[in-house]
């Protein structure tokens, strides 16, 4: 592969004085640069993962954006029977899915009568322990596996579906995660996988943005860039034969400020600031105060447009 050059300003006293400690060290400039930036990426990586855990060590902050989605939705979508549809199920196939969380999908499947093998699988033991505590009450008989979806623990041809919403550009290696999970996949078997836009919810987003600026840390792109409608049917047909996309359009839509604060919130362990809370109190109040105004100046409704993408994938 051929390499590329990248063109950096850097102020030239720092430069040279760089120069001179590489040749006085006997250092190769090419070789320690590279060095740096894997390290810094492998910094990063642990950071970023880190704060998925942190994110997800319960189901408390995933439950509160998903109540939200489900009570201030302009249109109301049925995103579990979406993706049953896509399935197409006989109520027999074997069904893996991956980031299950606290298990809602597939406990849904049994209980409407899906008799085929379930499997969840989770990277969160929190998540783990509440689906299979939620699945005893009820008697059903489902897997449930603490697990990396980048490392999974199945033969190759073993599952019909797959089934990953919503969780793709959490992985820090997309393509190879992908691949694994066509290898477990039985031939004539699929994925079905949902994520978002990266631009959805644009004044959510630019609220969460001001706040953090306002408090001294950095911005922060959208979670779902990595893997997002924009992206999404690419990246998949680089693994799969055949890759079928429909994307529906929505808004969430606010006439009060507590469901705005509280969505943001709910997405402060991932925000990569402190963990502390005098903290969160003063930004959870900045946001109270900013997001009641905003709706002051808009007519007291608030508008937030959001796109989610399905993706049925067949080998």
């Given amino acids: ?44 990586e642990s950071e ?36 049953i549809n896509l399935l197409n199920l006989t109520n027999d196939e074997k069904i893996l899915d991956i980031g299950c969380a606290t298990g ?28 299979n505590k939620k699945s005893q009450q009820k008697n059903l008989n489902i897997e449930w596996i603490i697990g990396d979806a980048r490392k999974l623990p199945f033969s190759s041809n073993s599952y019909d579906w797959v089934v990953a919403r919503h969780m793709l550009y959490h992985v820090p290696d997309i393509q190879k995660t992908i691949e694994g999970f066509k290898r477990i ?28 600026v306002e408090f001294g840390f950095p ?13 999404a049917k690419e990246i998949l047909s680089s693994t799969f034969d055949s890759v079928e996309e429909k994307v529906i359009s ?9 469901p705005i604060v509280n969505y943001i919130t709910s997405m402060f362990p ?8 005098d903290l969160y109190t003063d930004m959870k109040n900045w946001l109270k105060i900013e997001a009641e105004n905003i709706l002051l100046r808009n007519g007291k409704v608030w508008r937030d447009p959001k796109d989610v993408g399905f993706y049925l994938c067949k080998k």
């Fill in 185 to 212: 996949i039985k031939p004539n078997g699929g994925l079905v996988t949902t994520t978002n836009s990266r631009n959805s919810l644009p004044r959510i987003m630019e609220l969460c943005n001001n706040m953090l």
């Fill in 48 to 83: 970023k993962m880190n704060d998925i855990k942190r994110q997800y060590g319960t189901s408390t902050h995933l439950q509160v954006r998903i109540d939200t989605h489900v009570k201030y939705e302009e249109k109301r979508i049925d995103l579990d029977e979406m993706v």
């Fill in 270 to 277: 991932s925000l990569n600031i402190p963990d502390n809370t």
């Fill in 250 to 258: 929505n808004s969430l839509v606010f006439e009060q400020a507590e």
């Fill in 1 to 44: 592969m051929k390499g590329k050059s990248i063109h950096i300003r850097i102020n030239e006293t720092i430069l040279e004085k760089f120069e001179e400690a590489l040749i006085y060290e006997g250092i190769n400039k090419t070789e320690f640069l590279t060095h740096a930036i894997q390290n810094f990426c492998s910094k990063v």
């Fill in 219 to 231: 911005e922060r792109i959208s979670s779902a860039a990595p893997f997002c409608i924009e992206n």
């Fill in 104 to 131: 809602a999908f597939l406990t849904l499947l049994q209980t409407i009568g899906h008799k085929g093998q379930l499997t969840g699988l989770d990277q969160s033991p929190k998540m783990i322990e509440e689906a």
